[in-house]
């Protein structure tokens, strides 16, 4: 299999170049959930969105007419490994936007969703800023047991639940809502429809939750009697967990090629710092690197693989749990590699942004906390192990 990439991708690894330079300050730390914390670094990346779509590199693989350049997978490529390795800050537009809902709504929405939905996206507009609900109290890796209920009373659905884990809900417009239409069903993922829902609704209650060092990333979402137009049903009703497997593809999907960048840009720093701290010096060190070097090439080659299947058309089936679980074992490696050859500096306060003390911006220290979470959203690594034995190796299903 070939990679090489052609001029135009090329042309445009530079101009994000330039474009960094130019917009992100040189000691800006980002990644994902590292901006929905404080409003100013909130702010920050909600102009960085404008400024991103205004080249249309926002969602630049999507059909011009939603606001896109009609890209191809491979610039899109380009353009992610850059957002991960130089975390450009508000790409993902909330959690979902860019990355799952207007994917989904090609797939699946009507001709008028597309349009009033995508092109707020595209745009970076705080109208396209969208949050996902699928996660309750009771419902997690179990996703099938959800209990928020959507009953339909003329042309409108009436929405009672509770929904967890839901980050940048705080920062949302909308919701991505995961919910039950028919709770007489047979099997238990029956009866499942994907509703967008206004969070400027009377009745939606966003009620905080910290994280273990102190960031407000996810929150508690309630839902009483809160009343949705029909017209936000997307797809068909009931049969919501065969468009969320799709949803959830490119969730995942999604994690790839930008940790890749990502995971590069960090081993780059540490490499760096061990050579000045005169670590490198040390053998055993210095077999840490190369491990790690092997480590994030596959990683590339894989999330290259997964690309190269879309862009001849395939549908990538367990590729996308193989990508997330390589990456949520891989990053772990790293970071604690990492916090152990900088040593006590990784303890410094996450929140202390301009600690003097912290050594590559902390950097390092954010990806250590980071990780955990990570490996277990948008599916754990247990689960996404049960989809590739399932789908990859042809192994008995797990449950
Ligand atoms: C940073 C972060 C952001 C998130 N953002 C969102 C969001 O925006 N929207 C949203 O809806 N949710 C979100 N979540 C929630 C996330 O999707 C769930 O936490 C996840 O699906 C796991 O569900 P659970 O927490 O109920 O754990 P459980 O499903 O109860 O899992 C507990 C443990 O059991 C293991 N386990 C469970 N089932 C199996 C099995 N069949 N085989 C083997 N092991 C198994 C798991 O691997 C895990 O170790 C987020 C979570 C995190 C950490």
Known sequence: MDFNFGEKEKRLRMEIREFVKKEIPEDHVGGLFAEEHLDEDWEFAMSIAKKLAEKRWLTMAWPEEYGGLGASLWEQAVYTEAVGYWGIPGTSMGISGVGWVGPSLMLYGTEEQKKKYMPLIAAGEPDGVWCTGYSEPNAGSDFANIKTRAEKKGDEYIINGQKVWTSAAHRSRWCWLAVKTDVNVSKKYHGISIIMVDMKSKGVNVRPILNYVGYHIFNEVFFDDVHVPVENLVGQENKGWY???????????????????????????????????????????????????????????MAYETIAKMAKGGTPIYEPSRDKAYNDVLMEKMTIFGTQLIGPYSQLDILDKNSKWARLKGRIERGYWMFLGLSIAAGTTDNQRNIIGQFALNLPKSY
Do not use: P, W
Request: glycine share 10%.
């Open 243 to 301: 468009q969320l497997m799709h949803s959830l593809g490119f969730e995942r999907g999604s994690v790839a090629i930008g940790a890749y960048g990502a995971n590069s840009r960090a081993f780059d720093e540490l490499l760096e710092y061990a050579k000045e701290a005169g670590l490198f010096k040390r053998s055993d060190i210095r077999h840490e690197f190369a491990g790690l070097a092997v480590d994030i090439e596959v990683q590339k080659i």
